[in-house]
């Protein structure tokens, strides 16, 4: 938390926090609404590029190259998106990859 100068600017904050994570939320809740965000959200559900490679694989879908789908492939579409991704759900994967990166394995 930031610090904060009295009590309204800290009450602010909060409420500022509690906006963008209810945000947050709602994107969660929402079915995906195209193949790249279904691997976007399993990449978030298990926090995993192989555990999310493996799910594609499992659905018989190859990588654009024509081969089997890698974790390199789930890196890149976290790491740069695509157009049929809502730019809120990314920016969650892009944090979770961020926490992950910095904290190491953090489930």
Same mark, same amino acid.
């Given at each position: 938390?930031?610090?904060?100068?009295?009590?309204? /600017?800290?009450?602010?904050?909060?409420? $500022? /926090?509690?906006?963008?994570?209810?945000?947050?939320?709602?994107?969660? *809740?929402?079915?995906?609404?195209?193949? &790249? =965000?279904?691997?976007?959200?399993?990449?978030?559900?298990?926090?995993?590029?192989?555990?999310?490679?493996?799910?594609?694989?499992?659905?018989?879908? %190859? $990588? =654009?190259?024509?081969?089997?789908?890698?974790?390199?492939?789930?890196?890149?579409?976290?790491?740069?998106?695509?157009?049929?991704?809502?730019? =809120?759900?990314?920016?969650?994967?892009?944090k979770m990859?961020?926490? %992950? &990166? %910095? &904290?190491? *394995?953090?489930?």
């Amino acid at each position: 938390m930031k610090p904060y100068a009295d009590i309204a /600017e800290l009450i602010e904050t909060l409420e $500022s /926090e509690i906006t963008h994570l209810t945000a947050q939320i709602n994107t969660l *809740k929402k079915e995906p609404s195209s193949f &790249n =965000e279904q691997v976007i959200f399993k990449y978030i559900d298990t926090c995993s590029t192989g555990k999310t490679k493996d799910f594609v694989r499992s659905l018989g879908v %190859k $990588s =654009e190259r024509g081969s089997l789908f890698s974790s390199g492939d789930v890196t890149k579409l976290v790491k740069n998106g695509a157009e049929d991704i809502s730019p =809120e759900l990314l920016a969650i994967a892009q944090k979770m990859a961020s926490m %992950k &990166n %910095k &904290n190491g *394995k953090h489930r």
